[in-house]
């Protein structure tokens, strides 16, 4: 995972939707480190226009990471998505697309990402549908100058086949945790830049 830049609202609007689709890698990969968890709290959180979409969720997460402890926030991301055998919730598109882990939808995504001249990790424990690859996957289509692979058609392609279809459940599902309260905060950010994505490329149509 890289280190993401947590001052977006400061950015490019280009630079900053790849920043947050690293940050969001980040914190769902695993337990925020102390370093990251100490920039956001100190994270801008101010937009440069008032009342814009995640100015709000995006101050909520950022007020919830300065009353939270990295020890609470592992403890929290250990309930809610690790354990032995089925956690809390699951982080993988494959369960919400077909009830199962490591079904159709997987086998579809690897086809897509093989396509795209990428591949996964050798040291990434997760199979490539867990979220955190996905959002680096829209980082790279973002960022990345091979403007073959990254661009908004791209973009537009893969975020709709492989992050739209399920991610919105699964912040729902997040957010309603009784055990949840940094991650709740994070699954409401997601869920909002999420809609804010899909919007934008509603308006490539």
């Known amino acids: 995972m890289t280190q993401p830049n947590l001052a977006p609202l400061r950015l490019d609007e280009e630079t ?7 940050l969001l890698a980040a914190l ?3 337990p925020p ?3 990251l968890l100490a920039q956001l709290r100190l994270a801008v959180t101010e937009a440069p226009h008032a009342g814009g979409f995640l100015e709000e969720p995006w101050r909520a997460l ?6 939270c402890t990295c020890a609470a926030v592992a ?5 809610l998505f690790g354990g032995v055998g089925k956690p809390e919730v699951y982080l993988f598109g494959s369960y919400y697309l077909s009830g199962f882990l490591n079904e159709k939808p997987l086998a579809k995504l690897r086809a897509d990402v093989a396509a795209l001249g990428l591949e996964r990790n050798e040291p990434m424990s997760e199979t ?10 829209m980082r790279y289509l973002i960022a990345a100058d ?16 492989h992050l739209q279809t399920w991610v919105p459940r699964m912040c729902e599902a997040i957010a309603r945790h009784p055990s949840a309260r940094f ?12 809609d804010v994505e899909r919007q934008g490329f509603d308006l490539l149509q």
Do not use: I, P
């Open 16 to 22: 900053a939707r790849a920043e947050v689709y690293g």
């Open 28 to 30: 769902f990969y695993a």
């Open 33 to 35: 480190a102390d370093v």
């Open 62 to 67: 950022v007020g919830v990471a300065r009353e």
């Open 75 to 79: 403890s929290e991301y250990a309930t």
């Open 128 to 137: 490539e549908d867990h979220v955190a690859y996905l959002c680096e996957v």
């Open 146 to 161: 091979d403007v073959e692979v990254a661009n908004l058609t791209q973009q537009q392609l893969f975020f709709s086949k």
């Open 183 to 194: 991650y709740q905060a994070l699954a409401q950010f997601t869920a909002a830049f999420v």
